[in-house]
C-alpha cells in the first residue's frame, strides 16, 4: 500500500505537466458541475420564491360554506405535521371601491396581521407612509389602484356589493406585491371588517398555511392534516394548483442533473484515456517492478493512487476555481441571479470527483496488472 | 557442490495455439551448483533469452519443470512466482531499467520494500554497502536518470543483491556499455560471487565475456550444444 502510494506519488511527480494537465481537467470539470449546481439550485430557489413564497401553500375550505368554528381547526390542524410554518385564517369577498366617477371591481381580504404578515410579507410591501389596517373600516390598497380610482393615503371610498350593504373605507395605505392581478384588486383589512360586511358571525373563509419544506405538500402534509380534521373540508395545495410550474421545477433539476452528469463522464473519459497512455509510458517501470516480484494488485493500487491523489487535487482546485466562478458571476454579470450552495453540496462535488477518478483509473489499473514482464522485455 | 537450481525436460513453445506454433525449447536438462559462476552464450534466436526467462520464472515452460533447492516452481501460483523472484532472485537487464522517478539509494531498496518489509537501519546500512561496493557511494542520492549508463548498471547490481538473492541473473549485462566498463563490471560481479557466494547465471553472445566465467553453456537451435566447466 504504501510502496504503491509512493510510487504513484513519484510517477505523477516526475511527469509536472502531464499531471497538471490532468488535475487541471477535473478542476475544470468539478467547477463547472459547481457553477450549474449553484445557479440552477438558486434559479429554482428564487423561482419557488417569488411563485409561492409569499402565497398560501396549503389552503382549507369547507364546501360552499364559511368556517365558523375556526378556533378549533386552526389548532387541530397546526398539530397534525411537523411542516407547518406559518397557518392564518383569513375571509374574503368581493365587490367594487367608488370613489368619485371612479369605480373597480375588487377582492375585500381580512387578514390576522400577527401571522398572515409571516406568509404575505405586507410590511414590506407597503409604500413609504403606509401602514397596515388596525382597526375596523381601516384598508390598504394595490398600488395600482391609487390611480385608477385617483386617491390617497387618507382618502375615504365606498365599498359596493350586489349582496351587501354599502360602507365606507379609510384608506391607510398601498402595497405592491409586483403582480400586477393583485396590485389591480386586492384590499386587505382586518377580519373584523370582511365579517361586518358578510354579517354572519365569527366566520372564516380559508385557513392558509405555509410549510417548511414546499415539496412536501401534496404527499406528506396534506395527509397529515386530512388525518386530523373532518371530512367536510377540502384541502388544496399549491402543488395541485401548479402543475405546470412543477413539472418546469422537475424539468430545471433534471437538466441540471444531466448537465452534471455529463460534465463527470467527460471527466472520467478524459481521465481514463491519460492514465491508459501512462500505463504505457510506465511499462518500462511496471515490468521491472514486476520482475523484483512486485505482485499484479500492488502494481494496479499504484494507478489507482494516481487516479485518487488526481481526483483530490483536481476537486481543491475545482472547488476554489468553482466559487471563483460563482463570484465574479455574481459581481460582473450584473444580473440579479441568486446563488445556492452550501458545504454539503461542495463536499459531494469532491466526492463525486475523487470516486469518479479513482473509478476511472480501474481500466488502465487492469491493464497495468496484466502486463507482463516478458511483453516488457520484448519491447524493450 | 549441491545443485541450486535444476532444468528437468524443459520446452517451451511459442504460439501453441495457432496455426505455427514455434518450438524455442527442446527438452533441455541443466543443473546449476551453488556460488558457481555461469554463463549462456547463444546467436541471437538460440532460445537463450526465453531460457533465462524461464529460469527467472518470468515465464512458465510448456512442458518439464524447474527445481529451485529441490522444490519444484511449476505448482507455484503468479503471486507465489513474484513472492519467490522477490526473495531469492536478483535481476540484471541489458537495459538498466532502474525506475527514473527514484535516487540511487531508493532503487537499490526497491527489491526490500517490495517485500513488504519495514526499513531498518540495518537495511539501510546494507544498501549503503552494496553502493559503496559498486563504488557509487558519492552517488546514493542522485536520481537515477543523473547517473551514465556504466554507472545506472552498477546501480542495478547494487539493488539485484539487496535482498541477499540466491541467484542473480543478468542478461547481457554490459550489452550496451564500453569494453572497459564492461571489463569493470565483470571483475565486480566475480567479487560478488566470491564475496558472498551468489550464483550467477549471465547470458551473452560474447565469447570473450563467456570465458572469464567458471562454466560456459552454449545453446543452439533450442538445445544445449555445449557444456563446458573450468
Do not use: C
Amino acid at each position: 500500500m504504501k510502496l504503491a502510494f509512493q510510487i504513484a506519488k513519484r510517477f505523477l511527480l516526475a511527469s509536472k505537466r502531464q499531471t497538471l494537465v490532468i488535475i487541471l481537467g477535473i478542476a475544470v470539470g468539478v467547477s463547472v458541475q459547481i457553477f450549474i449546481g449553484a445557479l440552477i439550485g438558486g434559479l429554482q430557489d428564487s423561482l419557488v420564491d417569488t411563485t409561492i413564497g409569499s402565497r398560501s401553500q396549503i389552503t382549507i375550505t369547507k364546501t360552499d360554506e364559511l368556517i365558523s368554528d375556526y378556533d378549533e381547526l386552526l389548532s387541530l390542524t397546526e398539530s397534525s405535521s411537523n411542516n407547518i410554518r406559518v397557518i392564518t385564517p383569513t375571509i374574503t369577498t368581493s365587490g367594487s371601491l367608488v370613489k368619485g366617477e371612479n369605480s373597480e371591481i375588487i377582492v375585500v381580504r381580512g387578514f390576522d396581521y400577527n401571522t398572515a404578515d409571516d406568509i404575505y410579507k405586507f410590511s414590506e410591501k407597503l409604500t413609504p407612509g403606509s401602514e397596515l389596517p388596525n382597526t375596523t373600516n381601516e384598508v390598504v390598497l394595490g398600488i395600482n389602484l391609487k390611480d385608477s380610482l385617483g386617491i390617497e393615503i387618507g382618502s375615504v371610498v365606498t365599498f359596493d356589493s350586489a349582496v351587501y350593504e354599502s360602507r365606507s373605507f379609510t384608506v391607510v395605505g398601498f402595497f405592491d406585491f409586483a403582480v400586477k392581478e393583485i396590485n389591480n384588486s386586492w384590499t386587505i383589512t382586518t377580519i373584523d371588517t370582511v365579517q361586518g360586511i358578510i354579517n354572519q358571525g365569527d366566520v372564516v373563509s380559508n385557513i392558509e398555511i405555509q410549510l417548511n419544506e414546499v415539496f412536501d405538500a401534496e404527499e406528506v402534509t396534506k395527509l397529515e392534516i386530512d388525518e386530523q380534521i373532518s371530512d367536510e373540508y377540502t384541502i388544496s395545495t399549491w402543488i395541485s394548483e401548479n402543475e405546470s410550474l412543477l413539472s418546469g421545477l422537475q424539468g430545471q433539476s433534471t437538466s441540471s442533473l444531466m448537465i452534471q452528469i455529463f460534465v463527470i463522464v467527460s471527466v472520467v473519459l478524459g481521465i481514463s484515456s491519460t492514465l491508459a497512455i501512462t500505463v504505457l509510458q510506465k511499462s518500462k517501470q511496471l515490468g521491472i517492478l514486476k520482475a523484483m516480484g512486485i505482485k499484479d494488485g500492488d502494481a494496479s493500487l499504484i494507478f489507482l493512487f494516481e487516479g485518487m491523489l488526481l481526483g483530490v487535487f483536481g476537486a481543491i482546485i475545482g472547488i476554489l476555481l468553482g466559487i471563483g466562478l460563482l463570484y465574479s458571476f455574481t459581481t460582473f454579470s450584473g444580473t440579479d441571479i441568486p446563488i445556492t450552495f452550501d458545504a454539503g453540496f461542495l463536499a459531494m462535488s469532491a466526492g463525486i470527483a475523487i470516486a469518479a477518478s479513482t473509478l476511472a483509473a480501474l481500466s488502465p489499473a487492469i491493464k497495468s496488472s496484466k502486463l507482463t514482464v516478458m511483453e516488457v522485455i520484448r519491447n524493450a | 557442490m549441491p545443485s541450486i537450481l535444476s532444468l528437468k525436460k524443459v520446452s517451451k513453445t511459442y504460439g501453441e495455439n495457432t496455426k505455427n506454433p514455434t518450438k524455442v525449447l527442446f527438452d533441455v536438462d541443466l543443473d546449476f551448483e551453488e556460488s558457481s559462476f555461469n554463463s549462456i552464450i547463444g546467436q541471437s534466436g538460440s532460445g537463450k533469452s526465453t531460457l533465462l526467462n524461464i529460469i527467472g520464472s518470468l515465464d512458465r515452460p510448456t512442458s518439464g519443470d524447474i527445481l529451485f533447492k529441490n522444490e519444484s516452481l511449476a505448482s507455484l501460483s503468479k503471486n507465489d512466482l513474484a513472492a519467490f523472484r522477490n526473495r531469492s532472485l536478483g535481476f540484471i537487464f541489458q537495459f538498466h531499467y532502474l525506475l527514473p522517478e527514484f535516487t540511487a539509494m531508493e532503487n537499490v531498496l526497491m527489491p526490500y520494500r517490495i517485500s513488504k518489509r519495514e526499513i531498518t537501519k540495518e537495511v539501510i546500512e546494507r544498501a549503503d554497502e552494496l553502493l559503496e561496493i559498486v563504488g557509487l557511494g558519492n552517488f546514493k542520492n542522485k536520481l537515477s536518470t543523473n547517473l551514465s549508463g556504466g554507472q545506472q548498471q552498477r546501480v542495478a547490481i547494487a539493488r539485484s543483491l539487496i535482498n541477499n538473492p540466491s541467484i542473480v541473473l543478468a542478461d547481457e549485462p554490459t550489452g550496451n556499455l564500453d569494453s572497459d566498463t564492461t571489463e569493470k563490471i565483470y571483475e565486480l560481479l566475480r567479487d560478488i560471487n566470491r564475496k558472498f557466494k551468489t550464483t550467477f547465471i549471465i547470458i551473452t553472445h560474447n565469447r570473450t565475456v563467456a570465458e572469464k566465467t567458471d562454466r560456459v553453456i552454449e545453446i543452439k537451435d533450442g538445445k544445449v550444444y555445449l557444456d563446458i566447466s573450468k
